[in-house]
């Protein structure tokens, strides 16, 4: 019983740990994330703790060599990451980094768009602080006055995506825009986005030929076992291929 019980110690504290490992490194992402100065409210709510302990947590982020400016009251930023290994870029690159991801921010559904912010504010903390100075003051910038015509389901984008990378086929319900429904298998090979809608490229085994399906006429699509992994990269040779040919 003895041994048991201090296995269970041992067990209570590894959990302890992890949890406070996992939860640094949350708070690390959210200092990296929010506009600066950061307040301890802000980032307290965001790891699920109180104020208390929220500052102590800063100190611990602080001992193991990050670098957080800031204090009580005022709020708090990170000049320096050391989990991150540094970057240097050109303004010109710095320009098309903050504009090409302003893009999926304002484009891009739900979970796409906060990849994009998070992917800005990882290579943000990446910089010095005379880049990053340059990011928070970019002159080009997206501006989209109002929203796309369509509006597609961000959970069929996101099972559409997870289906293209693990490369197996999908069921889909589709309604064309004379409204008759069909039923059918593909193979999802890339999203495109246009100005005015997403497209799906795809190789429909209905019509045993390549089709471009608007995702906002997707009812619903339901992954199903099969692999079309070997004729993946063949497939978009072959489209391409038509391409050039008309």
């Not at 301890?40 to 001992?63: C, F, P, W």
Request: net charge neutral.
């Amino acid at each position: 019983m003895e041994v048991q019980y201090g296995k269970s110690l041992l067990s209570t504290s590894v959990s302890i740990r992890m949890a406070r490992s996992d939860r640094l490194l949350r708070l690390l992402q959210a200092i990296r994330t929010f506009p600066p100065p950061v307040t301890a409210a802000t980032l307290a709510a965001e790891t699920g703790v109180s104020e208390r302990t929220l500052y102590r947590d800063i100190n611990s982020l602080r001992l193991s060599g990050v670098l957080i400016e800031g204090s009580p009251g005022y709020g708090y930023c990170l000049t320096e990451d050391p989990a991150l290994p540094p970057q240097n870029f050109s303004r010109l690159e710095i320009e098309a980094l903050v504009l090409g991801l302003g893009y999926v921010r304002s484009r891009g559904d739900t979970a796409l768009a906060e990849a994009g912010q998070l992917a800005l504010a990882k290579i943000t903390a990446t910089l010095p602080e005379r880049l990053q100075r340059q990011v928070a003051h970019a002159v080009l910038k997206v501006y989209r006055p109002c929203p796309s015509a369509e509006e597609s389901d961000d959970l069929i984008l996101s099972q559409i995506r997870e289906a293209s990378w693990a490369e197996v086929a999908l069921d889909m319900r589709y309604q064309s825009a004379a409204d008759q429904r069909t039923e059918r298998r593909i193979y999802p090979l890339s999203v495109v986005y246009l100005e005015e809608t997403i497209m799906l490229l795809a190789w429909c085994t209905l019509r045993s030929d390549f089709r471009m399906f608007r995702v906002s006429r997707i009812l619903d699509v339901s992954s199903c076992e099969e692999s079309f992994q070997p004729r993946r990269a063949a497939l978009l040779r072959e489209y391409l291929q038509k391409l050039s040919n008309h």
